[in-house]
């Protein structure tokens, strides 16, 4: 690849010492400048990365020493930093989802595309050993022909454990917004796009109470629907029932299953890159566990974006923006779905992005990478 391909990090909460873990010591990258609304932040960040500059957010945009923007805001800042690395000539790649809204979701790719630079998205996780393993088992037939499939994230609420959790409940939060891009980005590489849904949805309770963290007890109002559940239509008349809930105490449901003439195939969680899948194929007697057979092996968050500058024009970036559009598109239907009482066709689509091989940890890695303490 040359010379390493140099990234300015923006937004430095958790989720960056994940990115960070992965991408540091990588021989294909280096994190070249970190950049934070809180500048006491990103300058402690780069206190321990030797190498790295803390800069201000417009500088780090500007900066000729970055190639790629790893936007890692929250949700309604996603479009804006975007934005402004597209302007100055750089790739980006976020946090799912895209952007906020599927208008400024749009604004994104069309700029992205007439400036002539790449956009990727989150999720990643789906590009771990779990998601592609259960995919090559449908390409491979041994569920037949797919006919239907189901998909469930059903939680308490986040309120239980997180200590700041007001966004959850807000517009632009809510459990399909938050979880769903991992659902329906699986769903995209297990049985392709979508071209149409049905969607429904409840708000049950107008407060929930913060159970943890300074904050323990405050009651937070809640703007937006916490239950929602709806029907997906595939492109090549598979059908998905999907649920995403705030409101259940537990389930044994698996997160996704997908129904063959065959054989039922079950997926593990989407949010991780791992689990096990199990097929129970017609006339047997009992689950099969299905060793992994593709996908990055010991994945971790930052794996999508070095598929996406190891992607180098030569092929389209597994994490791409093109999916991140369709994903949000879809979840937005599903919810103007709800509001009107109507069926709605999507106007994206997107072809499933490239199977990934079998990947040894070390080879995506890269053989002389190191693992870095956490900043």
Known sequence: MGDAHRIGVVGLGVISRAYLDTLLG???????????????????????????????????????????????????AHAEIALGAIGHGK????????????????????????????????????????????????????????????????????????????????????????????????????????????????RL????????????????PVEVDSHVSGVLEHVDGTL???????????????????????????????????GEVRLFELGDTHWRTLPPSAGYVGGARGIGLLDFIGADGQRAPRASGDLALHVLEAMSALLRSSAEGRRIELTTSTAPPVPVPLTAAEEWRGRSARRPTSP
């Not at 932040?41 to 190498?51: D, F, K, N, T, Y």
């Open 240 to 274: 998905t029932t999907i649920t995403t809930s705030f409101d259940g105490v537990a389930t044994t449901a698996a997160p996704i299953e997908v129904h063959g003439e065959r054989g039922t195939l079950t997926v593990p969680d989407p949010n991780c890159f791992d």
């Open 26 to 76: 990588h021989p294909a990258v280096r994190v070249t400048a970190v950049a934070d609304l809180d500048a006491s932040r990103s300058a402690a960040v780069a206190a321990e990365l030797p190498g790295v500059e803390a800069l201000t957010v417009e500088e780090l945009l500007s900066s000729p020493d970055v190639d790629t923007v790893l936007n890692l805001t929250v949700p309604a």
């Open 91 to 202: 790739h980006v790649y976020g946090e799912k989802p895209l952007a906020a809204t599927l208008l400024e979701a749009h604004a994104v790719t069309e700029a992205a595309a007439k400036a002539g630079v790449g956009v990727g998205c989150a999720p990643d996780t789906v590009l771990g050993t779990g998601i592609q393993t259960a995919r090559a088992a449908v390409e491979a037939g041994h569920i037949g022909r797919p006919l239907f499939a189901s998909a469930a994230m059903i939680t308490p609420g986040h309120e239980r454990w997180h200590p700041h959790p007001d966004f959850y409940y807000t517009t632009g939060g809510g459990p399909l917004l938050d979880m769903g891009p991992y659902y329906l980005a699986s769903l995209v590489h297990l049985l392709g796009p979508v071209r149409a849904v049905i969607g429904t949805s409840s």
């Open 205 to 220: 309770r107008a407060e929930r109470v913060i159970g943890s963290g300074p904050r323990a007890g405050e009651r937070i």
